[in-house]
């Protein structure tokens, strides 16, 4: 089977001459990437408008050893339950024929869960046909690719998906591309906020070991943008499983290469598409899995607890919080807010797992602590200049074997046995001497266990760290 060109003289120039000549244009590197590329991501819209953040990554992985690049890309064209294949034949470009690599996709299609040999999804589609001239002109003839589409919303499946293309790289001079554009139509503004937003959340994933948390970082998102978008990232599914490929080959991290959007170009910023490009890489040592939060974005965090808590004393609702400039509040982020008053505790509420963003929890746990922690009355007006706020952001939980695991003084601890549960935060080690203390008024008091619980096989535990700051 020969795949003809279906976007040739529409995405990018149909003339041979003309082509290379755009696309060597266009071959100028990004900065480099500080570990070991696993697999990298391009925008797939005209070449008018993404070709320069294309061919930024391009540039940059000319001189890596591969002889097969494994290009999982959006499905605009149909619904796609499985990865969607060509098993065999070639791609052909103005710039001559790219042969698939058949041993490669017959090693996926074994999985027939996951994968299906359906090339009628890529008749006419354009997200794997508009990377092959840049693959060319870096690679020349012999390079072959695996050819493969995503738009399923199945998140576990794309994971698993993702897992089989890394272990079939795995022995093979192979790489991957995810082929994705980001915001669909938004303004420009709105488009910069949600596509850095979604970049720093694909990073997030990577170091977190977390492909789920990339698509609860785009729920979020959307449901903040959605009166403005169409999508915050046309290639989710692709991206998903990207991620998880790269997990699979000992990636632990995402860097950003170059971020643009068609705005920025044609310089109408009135409905946009968002371009990101960067690389799925090996960091030594592993990054921490922590949002960076400097002081600044620490200080409008308490200060927008207390107006949350403010604004329910005269309202009756905390704020309602829109998309943030800063990418780091719009990511999915576990919280607890702690209010003491006089050095006493006054409230506290929060949650071990994401569920909203960052700003969105700090703005309900504030209000929640003040007004509906049933351990205390609710906050009353003389009591709101008296209060001192704390914020505590949480670490993604990690379960241990046991309590050797638990770092005294450096982890929150999550106990959990039956319909039990109970969590003290990394701060309420200052009441102990001992981690065998800690962990038995874990049990006791806070999970309702015995004390001596945390002993037991039954009892699950799970560990995590905070960055916790509060106000002066």
């Known amino acids: 089977m020969i795949r003809k060109p279906a976007v040739a003289g529409k995405f990018y120039e149909a003339d041979p001459l003309k082509l290379r000549a755009s696309v060597s244009g266009f071959l100028k590197p990004?900065?480099?990437?500080?570990?070991?590329?696993?697999?990298?991501?391009?925008?797939?819209?005209?070449?008018?408008?993404?070709?320069?953040?294309?061919?930024?990554?391009?540039?940059?992985?000319?001189?890596?050893?591969?002889?097969?690049?494994?290009?999982?890309?959006?499905?605009?064209?149909?619904?796609?339950?499985?990865?969607?294949?060509?098993?065999?034949?070639?791609?052909?470009?103005?710039?001559?024929?790219?042969?698939?690599?058949?041993?490669?996709?017959?090693e996926l299609l074994k999985e027939k869960k996951l994968f299906e040999d359906l090339p009628r999804a890529h008749a006419e589609e354009h997200a794997v046909e508009v990377q092959l001239p840049f693959l060319q002109a870096v690679k020349g003839p012999a390079v072959k690719i695996v050819p493969l589409l995503f738009n399923s919303d199945d998140t576990a499946l794309l994971a698993e998906a993702g897992r089989a293309v890394g272990r079939a790289m795995k022995g093979r001079r192979a790489l991957f591309c995810v082929s994705s554009d980001l915001s669909h139509y938004p303004p420009g503004d709105v488009a910069e906020m949600s596509d850095r937003s979604v970049l720093l959340a694909l990073r997030q994933a990577m170091r977190n070991s977390s492909p789920d948390y990339f698509g609860l970082a785009n729920r979020l998102l959307l449901a903040k943008a959605v009166g403005f978008m169409d999508t915050t990232a046309c290639g989710q599914a692709a991206m998903t499983a990207g991620a998880a490929a790269a997990l699979e080959l000992g990636g632990n991290d995402f860097e950003l290469g170059l971020y643009t959007h068609s705005g920025k170009i044609s310089g109408d910023d009135t409905a946009v598409v968002g371009y990101g490009a960067g690389f799925f890489t090996e960091v030594s040592p592993k990054p921490a899995g922590g949002l960076d939060l400097g002081g600044k974005m620490k200080a409008e965090l308490l200060a927008l607890a207390r107006g949350s808590i403010a604004a329910c004393l005269k309202t009756g609702k905390t704020l309602s919080v829109p998309l943030s400039p800063r990418p780091e509040f719009n990511q999915p982020a576990a919280v607890f807010v702690t209010l003491t008053l006089g050095g006493r505790l006054r409230g506290c509420i929060g949650s071990l797992e994401p569920r909203g963003t960052l700003a969105d929890m700090v703005g309900a746990y504030a209000g929640a602590a003040a007004f509906e922690d049933p351990r205390f009355e609710p906050v009353g007006e003389a009591d709101l200049k008296k209060l001192k706020i704390e914020i505590s952001v949480l670490s993604p939980l990690e379960q241990v074997a046991g309590p050797e695991a638990v770092k005294q003084g450096v982890h929150g601890v999550y106990v959990k046995s039956g319909r039990r549960s109970g969590t003290y935060l990394p701060q309420v080690w200052e009441h102990f001497d001992k981690k065998e203390d800690f962990l038995s008024s874990l049990c006791s008091e806070k999970a309702g266990l015995a004390a001596g619980a945390w002993k037991e096989k039954s009892t699950v535990l799970y560990i995590y760290t905070v960055d916790n700051f509060s106000e002066e």
Do not use: Q, W
């Open 30 to 106: 990004c900065p480099p990437p500080a570990g070991v590329v696993r697999g990298f991501l391009a925008p797939h819209a005209g070449y008018s408008y993404s070709g320069a953040a294309a061919g930024s990554v391009f540039a940059r992985v000319k001189e890596l050893p591969f002889d097969t690049l494994v290009i999982m890309a959006t499905g605009h064209t149909m619904p796609l339950k499985k990865g969607a294949l060509v098993s065999g034949g070639s791609f052909e470009t103005p710039l001559g024929s790219v042969e698939i690599d058949a041993d490669f996709c017959a």
